[in-house]
């Protein structure tokens, strides 16, 4: 597995030989498997490492490059097992016994090209003078960001892993950005909360003050609905046993998904540029992962496929803009109430896209709400304690479609917006008045 960290990210693509034998692929993963076996072997005879890296690489049949990077890895896992030998961690297995990536570096172990029609094309070679070759498969988001960085001076083209997964070939590329540099998260000025839903993502921007200096909602209704679209259509083909146009038509699916979300990450991050040193927050999906009693809401999220590959793709753009991006535990960001002085967590609070405080009565859209809420947990795991919530100005919700990005109608309408029916016409007045309802919501018990 490889580790993506600040300005390295990994891409993945499928990998289908149309030049030499795919059993090369084959025979090279198991020449992997048998240099990380030997390097263990060699480690529990207690042979010295540089004595352990010269022979294994001698004897390899591999591109000399390639077994290198190999004795690196699996050097580096029984480093790693000897540093936390005290905290009872286990040595790695000393025999694996299916198949093992194989580790390259770019332009020798493997290679990318872009050809005349603007296809990527890949040349993998487990030892000299032997090569399988072909076209790059994969999401529009990941092949253009490869493209990106084989185009581009400010990019590098790293180290390659092919794996074996699912009877099919994947080749995981990292790509690093030179001098990027990402912002570190201590030194934000403005703090974006973020609360990617199936149909919507809701942003807020709060300062250190507690001020809420915008929040937008941005929909997208098509996702859900042409991924329903797409169900039926394979429903009706299993049932006629036309299994043969399957795989053509999840292609077809992801292909769509992945366009939507690129473009609703793009809308993301040109929303947060817009902040001063902005730093955005996410919910932790491993915590999401872990936890049991999140409800079905939590379920379904970590479910719906854009939750992950959003979040990944506002990640990336972020960091090429030297944004940092941080996480939060998502315990109780969807059921607290925002109200500083109230904090009422209760899962009654929220239905469907409305959340309504239980004991104090505040109202508002629960998915900006909750978007308010990943920062004020961001302020609470940083600092313990979260400034108080001065002003909320009303919901703005904007959708992108297939067509395009458009503002919604009622994006300033009473509807969604924070509290009771509103009268003001500019958005100072919505603010001022959002102000008042913050303080003077009554609380209904206590
Ligand atoms: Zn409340």
């Known amino acids: 597995m490889m580790q993506d960290s600040g300005a390295t990210h990994t891409l993945s693509f499928g990998v289908t030989p149309h030049e030499g034998r795919s059993e090369n692929l084959h025979e090279g993963c198991l020449e992997a498997r048998r240099v990380r076996n030997e390097v263990n072997r060699l480690d529990k005879e207690g042979w010295d490492w540089d004595d352990i890296h010269d022979t294994v690489v001698d004897n390899a049949n591999l591109v000399k490059n390639t077994t290198q990077l190999l004795v690196?890895?699996?050097?580096?896992?029984?480093?790693?097992?000897?540093?936390?030998?005290?905290?009872?961690?286990?040595?790695?297995?000393?025999?694996?016994?299916?198949?093992?990536?194989?580790?390259?570096?770019?332009?020798?172990?493997?290679?990318?090209?872009?050809?005349?029609?603007?296809?990527?094309?890949?040349?993998?070679?487990?030892?000299?003078?032997?090569?399988?070759?072909?076209?790059?498969?994969?999401?529009?988001?990941?092949l253009e960001r490869v493209k990106n960085a084989l185009n581009s001076d400010s990019w590098r083209v790293g180290v390659a892993e092919l794996v074996h997964k699912h009877n099919e070939w994947r080749l995981h590329v990292s790509v690093t950005h030179k001098t990027r540099t990402v912002a570190s998260p201590d030194d934000a000025e403005t703090v974006i909360g973020v609360d990617i839903n199936e149909n919507c993502v809701a942003l807020a921007a709060m300062t250190r003050n507690g001020d809420v200096l915008d929040s937008v909602v941005i929909e997208y209704p098509d996702i859900k609905r042409v991924r329903h679209e797409f169900f039926i259509k394979r429903k009706r083909m299993q049932n006629v046993g036309q299994t043969a146009f399957e795989t053509v038509v999840r292609t077809e699916e992801r292909d769509f998904v992945h366009d939507q979300l690129h473009k609703v990450s793009r809308d993301v991050t040109r929303w947060v540029s817009q902040f001063t040193d902005p730093v955005i927050v996410f919910e932790d999906l491993k915590d999401m992962r872990d936890s049991i009693d999140y409800g079905t809401r939590m379920n379904r999220r970590l479910h719906s496929l854009p939750f992950a590959a959003l979040r990944e793709m506002v990640t990336y753009k972020a960091?090429?803009?030297?944004?940092?991006?941080?996480?939060?535990?998502?315990?109780?960001?969807s059921q607290r109430c925002p109200r500083t002085e109230c904090l009422h967590i209760e899962r009654g609070n929220r239905r469907r896209k409305r959340f309504k405080c239980k004991?104090?009565?505040?109202?508002?859209?629960?998915?900006?709400?909750?978007?308010?809420?990943?920062?004020?947990?961001?302020?609470?795991?940083?600092?313990?304690?979260?400034?108080?919530?001065?002003?909320?100005?009303?919901?703005?919700?904007v959708r992108r479609t297939a067509s395009g990005l458009c503002e919604e109608a009622d994006s300033h309408g009473a509807i969604f917006a924070s509290g009771v029916h509103r009268h003001g016409t500019s958005a100072q007045d919505s603010q001022s008045q959002a102000r008042e309802e913050l303080k003077t919501v009554a609380p209904v018990e206590g």
């Open 72 to 142: 690196q890895k699996a050097l580096k896992e029984l480093e790693t097992y000897h540093d936390h030998k005290d905290e009872d961690w286990g040595r790695p297995f000393p025999y694996i016994d299916e198949t093992y990536p194989m580790r390259m570096n770019h332009n020798e172990g493997y290679a990318l090209t872009i050809d005349e029609s603007g296809d990527v094309r890949f040349r993998v070679s487990y030892k000299p003078y032997n090569y399988v070759k072909g076209v790059l498969r994969g999401s529009p988001d990941h």
């Open 319 to 333: 960091a090429w803009g030297g944004i940092p991006t941080d996480n939060v535990d998502p315990k109780y960001t």
């Open 359 to 397: 004991s104090c009565g505040f109202q508002d859209h629960a998915d900006r709400k909750a978007a308010v809420c990943v920062v004020q947990e961001w302020f609470s795991e940083q600092y313990g304690n979260v400034p108080s919530l001065e002003t909320l100005p009303s919901v703005r919700k």
